[in-house]
């Protein structure tokens, strides 16, 4: 069983992103039982488990949303240092404002629905401190197009727009300032097929094109293969297996995990 | 020994109608706001003997601030003889004894609803707004305890935000009076909604202004000489009401923030907002000496 992930896979470096040991109850519910992971820059992470397994509570973590009871999370980053679980609110906000991006499976907790889309790119662009209207334009508009929504809808509420839209909405806001990390927790689900391997091509073209350290949650073991890395399975808070997504998925060692992909073949 | 010589004669003690503790409290927020411009500070807004609404808060400022020397002038969106502005001068000169006055120049203390008189007020002078809604947050923020917290974090993208949309939508800055403005390069506030006209006058300016609203229960202040910046994107300049090119029916004054008046026949004809101003007006073109002081404003455009 590989349960080691500090061997590099695509570049010899260190690792962008280290979280030991992380665990979280909500009263008698244990979300998460000491989960430990660590990305190398430029690497994709999946996250696969059944629901309830605590996927995304614990990429809620990694985005300083949630404080867990114990556990560590460093990011190799100029100007970050120590352990990002004891930053206060401050500090998170400004560093999730500008090296984090996330996509939320539920747009409604990413976007305003009633703002326009580009307002909701520009969002990010004001809390960084841009103040040109001409350029929060020009920027919103290049995030939106590097994520493939139609720009002459630009100005329209996320409202109006159908989930696949929605979801590049999120998209272009998170990559909108180059994050350092991109968390996406269910990216495609909800989706209709061909509308979910649109947004699998966006994401995987984004990958190769700006090498986005990313973490991607699904509970669709298509999509993490497709896009990952490394794969992390998740159970009941813990992670029961860990390694190179080929190696996962060509010959899992726990049952859970043998059980998911054969399930899924 | 008699009760008599035991207790002294009474002899009236205070004045302002507010009991020394209220405005002792109110004081003391007042100095507080004045060492941190622009942030709200709560303050036990106690009952006056007018509706909330109505001014009550600008009402308590003015009771803490007055004594039988102050004079005192007090104007509803420019007016000084709406009967708003008229029964609160009375009874501050009632309570008080102070003396009144129409006149800008003249007065001590100007308690104001929604404008800044046009004649530029010196260092000696204190401004009080009555504001309806004193944060500048509540559009993007409903929930106050979040507000606080956003203000506390200089936490502004929401209501830049506001500003990116308004300029998609209609092509320009809607927002018309309470232009949210940043004090001192920190906080955010809402000028009472004075109109974008009178913004500019606040930014470094020689009086003290002091803000309450007496329904919210809280102040803020711009003390002098104080940056007041309204949120305006680099390349979309700040826009005061297209005034500069009115003139005044009454008074033949120009240049100034002017009140609308619709006719019969479907046309506007315009009266200076400011009327004591215009007052003035008429009686230096009737050949009286009257003083008028410098205006903030000339031909509509800023002086200084
Ligand atoms: N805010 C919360 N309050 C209470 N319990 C919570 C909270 N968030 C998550 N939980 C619980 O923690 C556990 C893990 O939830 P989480 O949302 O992380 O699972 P998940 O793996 O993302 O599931 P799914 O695939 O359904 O999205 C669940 O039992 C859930 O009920
Ligand atoms: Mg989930």
Known sequence: MSLTMDEPTLVTTRPLLTARDVSKAYGPVQALRGVSATVYPGEVLGIVGESGSGKSTFLRALNLEETPDTG???LDLPDVQGNL???DRYARRMLCATRIGIVYQNPHLGLLMSHSSSGNVAERLLVAGERRFAVLRDKAQRALEASEFPTERMDAPPAELSGGMQQRVQLAKAIALEPALLLLDEPTTGLDVSVQALVLDTLKRLQQERRITMVIVSHDLGVIRTLSDRVMVMRRGEVVEQGLADQVFQDPQHAYTQQLVHAKL | MTLQSL????EPMSYGFLDASAKREIRRKMLKAIAVPGCQVPYASREVPMARGWGTGGLQISCTLINPRTRIKVIDQGADDSVNAASIRKFLARVSGAPTTNDALEADLIQSRHRVPEEVLREDQVLVLQVPNPEPLRPVQPNMSIARQMHADADYGRMWLQLYEQIVRSGRVMQGASYPSLVNGRFVMTPSPIP?????????????????????KRLHVVPPFTRVEPLVFDDVPYRVEDHGG????????????????PQDDGSSIHEVSDSDLGVKTIRRRE????AIGATWYENGEMTS
């Open chain 1, 72 to 74: 560590s999370y460093t």
């Open chain 1, 85 to 87: 679980f004891d930053l």
């Open chain 2, 7 to 10: 207790t002294r004669a009474w």
């Open chain 2, 196 to 216: 974008r006209w009178d913004v500019p006058k606040l930014h470094m300016a020689r009086h003290l202004t002091i803000l309450s609203a007496g329904r919210e």
């Open chain 2, 246 to 261: 009115l003139t005044c029916q009454r008074s033949g004054a120009r240049g100034y923030f002017m009140n609308e008046i």
């Open chain 2, 287 to 290: 050949g009286e000496a009257v």
